[in-house]
């Protein structure tokens, strides 16, 4: 199992962007965290922002499958999409998380 992590400029687009890619059955699973800070460098210039962050849950072996339809639906020229693997996990929970 793997949990992704992406930051989207808004809400909107988060939620739009977000349940295409449950309906997809690319991820199990999606939490929005509409207001998170993001601080960062981009070209040359330091911004701070604010974004809706991203968390998405999905079997590992979807993640190729998910970056490609992700990245070709974000909004960024260079989306954050970020794969953690999950260490431990509950059994009925990853049984779900896999089904899809």
């Known amino acids: 199992m793997l949990v992704v992590f992406s930051t989207f400029p808004d809400e909107a687009s988060a939620r739009t962007i977000c349940a295409a890619l449950v309906e ?17 460098r981009w ?10 962050l991203a968390i998405l849950k999905l079997p590992a072996s979807g993640f190729p499958a998910l970056e490609e339809k992700l990245a070709a639906l974000h909004p960024y020229e260079v989306p954050e999409i970020v794969a953690v693997p999950v260490a431990a996990v509950h059994a009925k929970y990853l049984a779900w998380v896999r089904g899809v």
Do not use: F
């Not at 999606?30 to 800070?37: D, H, I, Y």
């Open 24 to 40: 997809e059955g690319l991820v199990a699973c999606v939490n929005l965290l509409p207001q998170v800070t993001s601080i960062y």
């Open 43 to 52: 070209q040359g210039e330091l911004k701070e922002e604010g974004e809706t």
